[in-house]
């Protein structure tokens, strides 16, 4: 077992304004999921949205969940799943389902009167499907905001919330969850807060959502000037004048797949205060290496 710390090379920025993503592999090619929020510079339906886009020729899908917010997605059983919120800390999480990435259908996931969600998360487990979600309230359920609630289906459409000890966690901020399953263990990545403020991605584990393991290696990415290197070369010069100038002091809403043999990062960077940029980093080894990786014997 690794002793080391998992090496990430962040290759740099690939776009401005872009921050939740994730990466999918869909028959086979590279996709990313994004929320397009309604600021975005290139989105003139006055709405937010969501779509996909074929990573090797940058071509998007069709737009779908208009006025949805904060999505999450993945691929399971030759389907496309998305996940997303109608209002930032809604009490209802929708699911959305395709066989084509074209056409669509929707229907509420879980619906918590009184609750305020944001970011979801949804992998496949040994026995059932598990979402970690975000929450900013009640007070009663978030303790300090954020933190991370869980729920569990069998079919991606029907989702009952577990109870209130499955949570991670109350006693301080923890948003943006990526949560994946391997070897009995539930690993999630999510968001600390440091003093400053700063941000930086920390990933756990565990095999009941009551207990959790926090990896020694952590955090799992940390804000520096690689995050300011131009991965994409249609950037305008515009844009990278942008980017050179941004103030930087966060690393979040990290999401990740394998797509040959390689584990593919995708991760926001900026102020935390609005001005944000989407990343690319890359891990070189499959999913299972890079999270059994974190947690040394």
Request: charged share 20%.
């Amino acid at each position: 077992m690794a002793t080391e710390k998992p090496r990430i090379d962040k290759l740099g920025t690939i776009d401005c304004d872009m921050v939740e993503t994730t990466p999918v592999v869909w028959k086979g090619r590279l996709y990313r999921f994004e929320y397009v929020r309604e600021r975005y510079p290139a989105n003139d339906t006055g709405n937010s949205y969501f779509h996909f886009i074929d990573v090797a020729t940058g071509q998007a899908t069709p737009a779908f969940a208009a006025g949805f917010h904060l999505g999450s997605a993945c691929v399971e059983d030759g389907a496309a799943w998305a996940f997303g919120v109608p209002a930032w800390g809604a009490p209802t999480i929708h699911v959305f389902r395709s066989d084509d990435l074209k056409h669509w259908t929707s229907r509420v996931a879980l619906d918590l009167p009184g609750w305020g969600i944001y970011n979801t998360s949804v992998c496949r487990g040994p026995d059932r499907y598990v979402m970690a979600f975000e929450i900013g309230e009640p007070p009663e359920e978030t303790g300090v905001p954020y933190t991370m609630r869980f729920a569990k289906s069998t079919n991606l459409q029907d989702w009952v919330l577990t109870p209130a000890s499955h949570v991670y966690t109350k006693d301080r901020y923890s948003a943006c969850p990526a949560l994946r399953f391997l070897d009995g263990w539930y690993y999630m990545i999510y968001l600390e807060a440091y003093p400053g403020p700063q941000y930086g991605p920390h990933i756990v584990r565990t095999k009941d959502f009551i207990a959790w393991e926090t990896s020694p290696h952590n955090p799992v990415l940390w804000f520096s000037d690689e995050d300011k290197k131009i991965a994409n070369p249609q950037l305008t010069d515009a844009q990278r004048q942008h980017v050179a100038g941004a103030v930087n002091l966060n690393n979040s809403d990290v999401d990740l797949c394998e797509h040959d043999g390689r584990t593919v990062i995708y991760y926001s960077w900026g102020d935390q205060l609005g001005t944000e940029f989407l990343a690319e980093a890359r891990y070189d080894g499959p999913l299972d290496q890079f999270l059994r990786a974190w947690f040394p014997a």
